[in-house]
């Protein structure tokens, strides 16, 4: 019985010691488990915030792509939905008889169009190539893509007419749904000037109806960029539709605030020619809350200089040269 007294405490210390062992060791295996669910929390969300970021840079296909297919041409705009564009630039202006037409000029370039009997067009006559004047019917008579463009040797020579806005759109959506591709965003330029109101071009009040309406049937406003150097038709713009995004072009080496006084109004982007660019510009800009988009930007280590300056996104003819950015 002595030796009992000992051998019962003994087992009492025993099962006390494990016990304590157990608790300890379930307590650090629930603090590593909770240090492994926030670390996990945390890096996810770190992801998450990697990629809302990247899905911010905006790739824009200039006209399309217009180093690689005919500009302003459906089979342009598919083309550029091949390479890791996030918006498709194009230019409006209107017909004869009331249609939005997709056209750089408001007129038939010399440069890439010619007649409907396959004839050019002298650059001292295609003017009178108006498409203001002509309906839509007679605009597609025309040929502007079989002749291609010198100015863009890589260019495919494809035969294309100028389509409407609104056969862009379809093709494009048709194109998506597809190729189960996500629907990039169109940034629309309203090709205007003042001493063309009235006869290359409505003025500016109706333009800019036409537009919004077509982009209402098109049920495309959410994901539309309107875009012009002619300030009288962003500011109709504004007056007509507060929510849409403005885009406010510019081509001039300008005073940033007093570019915008003069605007009168705050647009979501500022797109100025490239060569205008400058960390001053882009640092203002992003200070009131703006993004810098700037064109035509065709070369890969232009592409990198304006990505150092931290611009927004990038308008190209050429696509096919998009390269990852780290961090956007």
């Given at each position: 019985m002595a030796g009992s007294l000992f051998i019962i405490p003994f087992d009492k210390f025993r099962a006390a010691h494990y016990s304590l062992f157990i608790i300890h060791f379930l307590r650090l295996l629930f603090t590593l488990v909770s240090m492994s669910l926030l670390l996990s929390c945390s890096m996810q969300k770190r992801i998450a915030s990697m990629t809302f970021v990247a899905t911010q840079f905006d790739w824009q296909g200039h006209r399309?792509?217009?180093?690689?297919?005919?500009?302003?041409?459906?089979?342009?705009?598919?083309?550029?939905?091949?390479?890791?564009?996030?918006?498709?630039?194009?230019?409006?202006?209107?017909?004869?008889?009331?249609?939005?037409i997709v056209s750089h000029e408001p007129w038939m370039s010399h440069a890439i169009c010619?007649?409907?009997?396959?004839?050019?067009?002298?650059?001292?006559?295609?003017?009178?190539?108006?498409?203001?004047?002509?309906?839509?019917?007679?605009?597609?008579?025309?040929?502007?893509?079989?002749?291609?463009?010198?100015?863009?040797?890589?260019?495919?020579?494809?035969?294309?007419?100028?389509?409407t806005l609104a056969e862009v759109v379809n093709a494009v959506k048709l194109h998506c749904k597809e190729t189960k591709r996500p629907l990039p965003a169109f940034n629309i330029e309203l090709k205007s000037h003042p001493s063309a109101y009235g006869i290359f071009m409505p003025h500016p009040p109706e333009f800019v109806s036409k537009v919004l309406a077509e982009l209402k049937f098109l049920q495309l406003e959410t994901h539309t960029i309107l875009q012009s150097f002619d300030v009288n038709?962003?500011?109709?713009?504004?007056?007509?539709?507060?929510?849409?995004?403005?885009?406010?072009?510019?081509?001039?080496?300008?005073?940033?605030?007093?570019?915008?006084?003069?605007?009168?109004?705050?647009?979501?982007?500022?797109?100025?020619?490239?060569?205008?660019?400058?960390?001053?510009?882009?640092?203002?800009?992003?200070?009131?809350?703006?993004?810098?988009?700037?064109?035509?930007?065709?070369?890969?280590?232009?592409?990198?200089?304006?990505?150092?300056?931290?611009?927004?996104?990038?308008?190209?003819?050429?696509?096919?040269?998009?390269?990852?950015?780290?961090?956007?």
């Open positions: 399309g792509c217009r180093g690689l297919m005919p500009e302003n041409t459906i089979v342009g705009f598919i083309e550029a939905l091949n390479y890791p564009v996030t918006t498709l630039e194009l230019d409006v202006v209107i017909s004869k008889d009331g249609e939005v010619t007649t409907a009997d396959g004839s050019d067009i002298p650059e001292s006559e295609e003017q009178r190539h108006n498409i203001y004047s002509l309906t839509l019917t007679e605009i597609r008579g025309y040929d502007c893509g079989s002749k291609g463009n010198p100015k863009f040797p890589q260019q495919q020579k494809v035969a294309a007419t100028k389509p038709v962003l500011r109709e713009i504004r007056n007509q539709n507060k929510d849409i995004r403005i885009s406010y072009l510019s081509e001039q080496r300008e005073n940033f605030d007093n570019a915008l006084s003069t605007l009168g109004f705050t647009p979501q982007i500022y797109s100025p020619n490239y060569r205008l660019v400058s960390k001053a510009i882009v640092s203002a800009a992003h200070d009131q809350g703006i993004k810098v988009i700037p064109w035509t930007v065709n070369e890969s280590r232009l592409f990198r200089r304006l990505i150092r300056l931290n611009v927004d996104g990038i308008i190209t003819d050429y696509p096919d040269l998009i390269e990852p950015i780290p961090g956007k």
